[in-house]
């Protein structure tokens, strides 16, 4: 029996009352809820949104679609769709970045979950064809791929679909690419846009998390080391910021004029990749493009240098052309292989080049994602609530919504702010002095 049979085989026979999910091991639920629990207490919006949604029931009788990372935060998402009435189905965004103990959890409480820890590119297809399998009406992605699989393969059961909420840049990237081209069959609303997801989650939750996993990865010192980030998007502002508080010396390489602008102003160097190549002690991308860090890069970086990639998909740093070079490639560490060149110098991919912080790390904190995962419950409320307004395109989130996490997470801090006068308000809206 292979290992995909073994896995199903365990899951139909020990799920119980969930037979169609597909896990590795049931019996790990009780540490998956103890993380959950721990997300729970440091999620505060959520736990206000959870108390209205489970009077309310706005997604009463709805099948629900997560692909996103299966670690604690987004199960205590799952939770919250399930206490709004929805019916939640689950698969893994990455396979790196799934915890087998919170999955156990996940399906032990009621939702069906297609994810293990490490499958491969074929297992991991199989879990969002599971995932489609179950005919959701509205779905929350990461990336774009479960709504990229329902619309290369399964054009009629995109057609009658609500919606979705996307989660990332890359996967919005990807949604208004199908949008120019007349492809998009449901409207999706970019809930990566929204001034509470990218101020917040793209720049504190990415800066914080990423330093996390290098550190915990390579137990090495960031003081006084040279590191290149690739990209000074929000995320990229997050790396670097951190980078630069622990000590180090940051270099900054971009496509754009004006953010290199912007980082060179910020108090960081900027150069090409190709002369920042020799340079860098840690090299990471950001940038949502493939081949950032290829061949021509990799053969002038220094002995010892540290890869690794924060962007999206595994295709920022060439693993063909790190193949293609070395002479042998090993496990070094725990989530770190050493390639070596042909003339000794050894270099490190963390990883697999799959983003380092979900990957070798535990992804953003509680916090943050109480705000990102906040705004996509609403979201999708909002794309159940006005199906028969939105047109199949790209929307950003509504003001509205956006200004209500915001609210929330500052009632839930004790802050309060001044609201403007109606003097104020006259002032503003007219053209006269």
């Given at each position: 029996m292979s290992r995909v049979d073994n896995a199903v085989a365990y899951s139909l026979e020990k799920a119980g009352q969930h037979p169609q999910s597909m896990i590795r091991d049931l019996s790990l639920a009780?540490?998956?809820?103890?993380?959950?629990?721990?997300?729970?207490?440091?999620?505060p919006v959520l736990n206000l949104l959870q108390q209205e949604f489970e009077a309310q029931k706005p997604l009463e009788g709805l099948k629900i679609a997560l692909c996103l990372h299966l670690e604690?935060?987004?199960?205590?998402?799952?939770?919250?769709?399930?206490?709004?009435?929805?019916?939640?189905?689950?698969?893994?965004?990455?396979p790196l970045s799934t915890q087998d103990d919170?999955?156990?959890?996940?399906?032990?409480?009621?939702?069906?979950?297609?994810?293990?820890?490490?499958?491969?590119?074929?297992?991991?297809?199989?879990?969002l064809a599971a995932t489609l399998d179950c005919h959701p009406d509205v779905i929350i992605d990461d990336g774009q791929d479960l709504m990229a699989m329902?619309?290369?393969?399964?054009?009629?059961?995109?057609?009658?679909?609500i919606g979705g909420c996307e989660e990332t840049t890359t996967g919005i990237h990807r949604l208004r690419s199908m949008e120019r081209e007349g492809l998009l069959l449901f409207p999706v609303i970019a809930v990566n846009d929204a001034y509470m997801?990218?101020?917040?989650?793209?720049?504190?939750?990415?800066?914080?998390?990423?330093?996390?996993?290098?550190?915990?990865?390579?137990?090495?010192?960031?003081?006084?080391?040279?590191?290149?980030?690739?990209?000074?998007?929000?995320?990229?502002?997050?790396?670097?910021?951190?980078?630069?508080?622990?000590?180090?010396?940051?270099?900054?390489?971009?496509?754009?004029?004006?953010?290199?602008?912007?980082?060179?102003?910020?108090g960081f160097s900027v150069m090409p990749m190709s002369e920042a190549a020799p340079l860098g002690d840690v090299f990471i991308?950001?940038?949502?493009?493939?081949?950032?860090?290829?061949?021509?890069?990799?053969?002038?970086?220094?002995?010892g240098a540290i890869l690794c990639n924060a962007g999206h998909f595994d295709v920022e740093v060439s693993k063909p052309d790190l193949n293609r070079i070395s002479v042998s490639r090993k496990l070094i560490?725990?989530?770190?292989?050493?390639f070596?060149?042909?003339?000794?110098?050894?270099?490190?991919?963390?990883?697999?080049?799959?983003?380092?912080?979900?990957?070798?790390?535990?992804?953003?904190?509680?916090?943050?994602?109480?705000?990102s995962f906040s705004l996509q419950a609403l979201s999708l409320i909002y794309l159940v609530q006005n199906r028969q307004a939105l047109e199949p395109r790209v929307y950003n989130v509504p003001a509205e919504i956006d200004n209500k996490v915001a609210r929330l997470r500052l009632k839930t801090l004790g802050i309060s702010i001044d609201e403007l006068t109606p003097e104020q308000e006259k002032y503003l809206a007219s053209w006269e002095v």
């Amino acid at each position: 029996m292979s290992r995909v049979d073994n896995a199903v085989a365990y899951s139909l026979e020990k799920a119980g009352q969930h037979p169609q999910s597909m896990i590795r091991d049931l019996s790990l639920a009780a540490s998956g809820y103890r993380k959950i629990e721990w997300a729970r207490r440091h999620m505060p919006v959520l736990n206000l949104l959870q108390q209205e949604f489970e009077a309310q029931k706005p997604l009463e009788g709805l099948k629900i679609a997560l692909c996103l990372h299966l670690e604690a935060k987004t199960a205590y998402l799952a939770q919250t769709l399930m206490k709004a009435g929805g019916e939640v189905f689950a698969c893994a965004s990455n396979p790196l970045s799934t915890q087998d103990d919170v999955v156990a959890a996940m399906v032990d409480s009621g939702i069906t979950t297609f994810a293990w820890h490490g499958a491969t590119p074929e297992e991991y297809d199989m879990h969002l064809a599971a995932t489609l399998d179950c005919h959701p009406d509205v779905i929350i992605d990461d990336g774009q791929d479960l709504m990229a699989m329902l619309h290369r393969d399964r054009k009629d059961q995109a057609e009658k679909v609500i919606g979705g909420c996307e989660e990332t840049t890359t996967g919005i990237h990807r949604l208004r690419s199908m949008e120019r081209e007349g492809l998009l069959l449901f409207p999706v609303i970019a809930v990566n846009d929204a001034y509470m997801k990218y101020l917040f989650d793209n720049r504190y939750g990415t800066g914080q998390s990423v330093w996390d996993a290098i550190m915990r990865t390579t137990n090495l010192v960031v003081a006084g080391k040279k590191i290149v980030v690739a990209g000074y998007g929000w995320c990229g502002k997050g790396v670097s910021m951190r980078a630069k508080g622990l000590g180090a010396q940051v270099i900054i390489t971009e496509i754009d004029p004006i953010k290199a602008n912007e980082a060179l102003m910020d108090g960081f160097s900027v150069m090409p990749m190709s002369e920042a190549a020799p340079l860098g002690d840690v090299f990471i991308t950001v940038t949502g493009n493939i081949n950032v860090i290829r061949a021509e890069h990799i053969e002038r970086m220094k002995d010892g240098a540290i890869l690794c990639n924060a962007g999206h998909f595994d295709v920022e740093v060439s693993k063909p052309d790190l193949n293609r070079i070395s002479v042998s490639r090993k496990l070094i560490r725990n989530n770190t292989e050493e390639f070596t060149l042909k003339d000794g110098r050894r270099i490190y991919l963390l990883g697999e080049g799959r983003l380092v912080n979900l990957a070798a790390g535990d992804g953003h904190p509680a916090e943050v994602m109480d705000l990102s995962f906040s705004l996509q419950a609403l979201s999708l409320i909002y794309l159940v609530q006005n199906r028969q307004a939105l047109e199949p395109r790209v929307y950003n989130v509504p003001a509205e919504i956006d200004n209500k996490v915001a609210r929330l997470r500052l009632k839930t801090l004790g802050i309060s702010i001044d609201e403007l006068t109606p003097e104020q308000e006259k002032y503003l809206a007219s053209w006269e002095v």
